[in-house]
């Protein structure tokens, strides 16, 4: 065994050992170790400041040269106005969220004095790699002790100061706390990381955060589960009954309002019935933003037709590959749905060209037809189907989780944003006074199966 | 592209498509094929016992040259008394249990007029391989199509007769029925496998049933999520407040009930206290049984001390490796768990070696003490965790959910026995009237994020 390899042993058996001692925790010991974890993140505020300006100077000059995109450095500074009292607070308020940990979910009486119950309960230890934003070192320790869960950290080389600095504060808050030291641990050299995604005996479930190509290569290196998403593709679909001050607002905020998030729109397909009356009315609107439209035949010739004046070279020729790419800047992949006899028919088109196209992540519909939309929101398979609502919306924090360790596209555990119950299995517990089976079925005793309430 | 291949794409890619439109049809669509499943295997019964006893015929040739084993055999027989019409009875009281798609189980108003619902919805497409059993084709079929997943099924090369029978008529009953034919689909080749589970993007899930060189084959051999064990290792840990009647009871019943079964004891723990006490009441009866004990030392020693007579060859020494190995046979490895000065200590490593000796399926303990039951129940890392109950009761049928498709070991999406809530996963869906993520945020709208009942 490498150094390496022994090392990776040894941090995830620590985690391993870690976990167990977790999950026997009540609420009262994991909140306090927040509160602790909060406590020291305030008082040290400073000098973790300092450390993360020594980072931010080593990626102002890496911009400057070029090695490195504005938007990273960006997403580095923890100086920002508010930007470290929201990570403060942000572990505050998932210290208050519901206990997710030890809720019945299910409680059968199986026979007299025999009570089935399944109850919640951590999944173990998380391995949890991610990209710049210092921040989220705080917030996924706080989900991870909230949930029960031991988690090991691996941060972006960029962020490598601050990364140390708060990782050191966490280390010494949870040890007066009676959550273990190894709930928490934290990595930092990057081939260390390889030798952890072997440990799929020791290491529950993986969680990667950052650019396509990490949570490809997580996928493409380990036996451990992966929770994450690589590609965001989100599409929109006009319907021919659209209401056309919905469409502008809807697809124009999609687009705009971030484009370099996961959950923006990528692909807007176009009833054909609409290309000459809703459709231009949402084109001039993007337009307007500065959006690319690369458009299909139809729809292109149906703005030249309709617009009188449209800005240089935002109308281009949309390619195949175009309606399988996540751009992540001001471009939009625009397709016509042919019209047809029945309106559920195009619908059903729409349907096919999302499922084939899309990543799973997040679709929409723009309809003032509820019986149109539940056949798109049963027949689309993606983990958020939104009706008359922006893409946007697909986020943790706004729908109500208080936070996130990511957005899930795969179609088992959890789906979506993953707040705390994301990062919750189920134990099912069997309380008896000596009940053996053999005296159960043909000839023998009888079930009772009944559901108990559930208190 | 070789044929096999080739073979493969389309097999998954029909299964894709049919699932879409499963997902999109009623309850009363799907128990309608469910009926009519049940009525055309009822119809067709002496013909498809008739293919049964073909398999019969060349399985008995291969048990008494001693190529098969008797139990494969006595599986293979759909003649045996009952078991023909357990078959069909098994599909309507699968059609008879509550939906499982479409449950609502979040529901939060996000803002005026914008609706967050989180639904119970299908995974998709699963690939269920199995070994001998052939009524497991029509249990899982049924399974499949009640919760709206599309199914591709694998039978072994034992039943190949019956498996191409009941194929048919499963086929020809879904053709006069709004569930698309493609729904269920059959594979007969064994070399087609190894590319099925390359079809990652069309198969959401892997479900093997059969051996542990099956199931490991598979987790080997693909990147589709798998659901299933490969062992079943169970322990039983007997306290030192144990109760006498009860720890026999409840540890024979566990041994020796169906030693084959992968929910059957493979480890007994013993507190040091009880090693001259409970314990040999323990040994006698399971050695009246024709248990063999794997002791060690002080066991060992505590046996030759307290027991007159001791069946020969029934007690043995053990060995390391006796402590992870999966019986499956009246074979039972014993260790003692020292004393210590608090009870809590030894519970503690009790659960420590369960943690990392068993196979996380299901282990139990024996103790009068409610306290150290809850510390045993919290601490030990497996699906089942019971208290004075038999491990034997860890089985889909027996917990009320109907039937099951196995038992997972996995520590995410669905552990322990799987029955049709383990074939769902839940979508997001969000309603509008053009809500804009731009108008929420610092400054902007606030959110409700209220809870609204879930009707």
């Not at 921040?135 to 706080?142: D, G, H, M």
């Amino acid at each position: 065994m490498s150094l390496t390899e022994s090392s990776a042993v040894d941090i995830a058996g620590t985690a391993s050992l870690a976990s167990r001692r977790l999950a026997t925790l009540s609420e009262a010991d994991r909140n306090a170790a927040l509160s602790a974890l909060h406590d020291a993140l305030l008082k040290t505020k400073y000098s973790i400041l300092e450390a993360n300006s020594r980072d931010v100077e080593i990626a102002s000059r890496a911009v400057e040269s070029g090695e490195l995109s504005h938007s990273v450095l960006k997403r580095l500074d923890l100086s920002r106005a508010g930007k470290y009292d929201d990570m403060l607070k942000g572990i505050l308020s998932v210290r208050d969220l519901r206990d997710p940990i030890g809720n019945v979910t299910l409680k059968t009486l199986l026979d007299e004095g025999l009570v089935l119950e399944r109850v919640s309960c951590p999944i173990g230890v998380l391995l949890i790699i991610f990209e710049a934003r210092p921040e989220v070192i705080a917030n996924i320790a706080a989900l991870a002790i909230k949930s029960g869960n031991a988690a090991i950290l691996k941060g972006g080389k960029e962020s490598t100061e601050t990364f140390v600095a708060i990782s050191q504060v966490i280390s010494d808050a949870i040890a007066g706390t009676q959550v273990p030291k190894s709930s928490v641990q934290l990595v930092k050299t990057r081939d260390v990381v390889s030798s952890l995604l072997a440990q799929d005996s020791l290491i529950d479930l993986v969680i990667p955060r950052g650019s396509n190509d990490l949570v490809r290569f997580v996928k493409d290196n380990t036996k451990i589960p992966v929770l994450g998403h690589a590609d965001g593709i989100c599409s929109a679909y006009l319907h021919s009954d659209a209401d056309p001050g919905i469409a502008v607002k809807v697809i124009v905020d999609s687009k705009t309002d971030y484009p370099a998030a996961c959950n923006s729109l990528e692909t807007l397909l176009v009833h054909h019935d609409v290309l000459a009356t809703v459709f231009p009315k949402v084109a001039e609107a993007l337009f307007a933003r500065g959006v690319s439209l690369r458009c299909d035949s139809p729809s292109k010739a149906a703005l030249l037709r309709t617009l009188s004046t449209i800005p240089a070279d935002l109308l281009q020729d949309a390619v195949d590959s175009d309606y399988h790419t996540e751009f992540l800047e001001l471009t939009l992949a625009v397709k016509t749905i042919p019209s047809t006899s029945t309106a559920g028919a195009s619908v059903d088109t729409a349907i096919a060209h999302i499922n084939a196209h899309s990543s799973k992540h997040t679709d929409i519909i723009l309809t003032s037809s509820k019986e149109i939309a539940d056949i798109f929101m049963k027949g689309v398979d993606s983990a958020g189907v939104f009706w008359n609502a922006s893409t946007r919306f697909a986020d943790g924090m706004r729908y109500g989780f208080g936070t996130e360790v990511g957005i899930s596209t795969n179609k088992i555990h959890t789906r979506g944003p993953v707040g705390l119950d994301g990062l919750t299995i189920y134990k099912y517990l069997v309380r008896g006074s000596g009940h053996r089976a053999s005296d159960y079925g043909e000839g023998g005793k009888s079930w009772r199966h009944e559901s108990l309430p559930i208190v």
